[in-house]
């Protein structure tokens, strides 16, 4: 596998200090097809307070959703503490997080089984829920419930859409039909985030 310069000495960083980095999500998904990509998505069990010491330049503006922002040699970084998330008070945020050190349990909060897919710092891919058997047959399958997963966070039906047409991927017939009889979600949605999504679909 060909190596990401930003991953090896931002894992290594982390790992100097003595906490784990992974690369995740979209990011791993991109690697795996191997796309172009120009953000990078990651996880980490180090908790915001603690990505201070050795990240003093990044942007703790959310570090109370875990959520750090990085620009590292001039490319976007998300770095995110691991963690469980509760029920979704207004169906797009979690009303409750709790922090974790395990990619077990921060896996389930992801929407689609090709976006769950954990890479480590020796690109080892973690994956708990067959993610890489839909990614080689080019299937879009929500984590778990469907329903629960649309009910969360409604963008999610976009999201599939959006993935179904960049990715050339087929929506699992589950999850499809999830998506027809939950559409009306879309309703409860700020209509910036639509167009957002809608934007990302043509580019």
């Keep these: 596998m060909q190596h990401l310069e930003i991953f090896d000495e931002l894992a290594e960083l982390f790992n100097k200090n003595g906490y784990k980095l ?15 990509f120009f953000d990078y998505d990651f996880v980490s069990d180090a908790l915001p307070s603690e990505m201070r010491s050795f990240l003093p330049d990044a942007n703790y503006r959310f570090e109370k959703y875990g959520c750090v922002k990085l620009k590292y040699k001039n490319v976007k970084c998300d770095i995110t503490t691991l963690r469980e998330e509760e029920s979704y008070i207004d169906s797009r945020h979690p009303d409750h997080i709790k922090f974790t050190a395990s990619l077990e349990k921060d896996f389930v909060r992801r929407d689609f089984t090709i976006n769950a897919l954990y890479l480590d710092k020796d690109y080892n891919v973690i994956d708990y829920c067959h ?7 080019k299937i ?6 469907p329903v629960k997963r649309i009910n969360e966070d409604p963008l999610r039906i976009l999201r599939a859409f959006r993935f179904k047409e960049k990715l050339g991927f ?34």
């Design 140 to 145: 879009i399958r929500f984590i778990g419930d």
């Design 131 to 137: 993610g890489q058997d839909d990614l080689k047959n």
């Design 170 to 203: 087929e929506i699992d017939e589950n999850s499809l039909d999830a998506i027809l009889k939950n559409y009306h979600l879309i309703n409860k949605l700020n209509p910036q985030k639509i167009n957002e999504e809608m934007r990302k679909m043509k580019n």
């Design 22 to 36: 992974f690369l995740v999500g979209g990011s791993v998904r991109d690697y795996l097809l191997g796309k172009e």
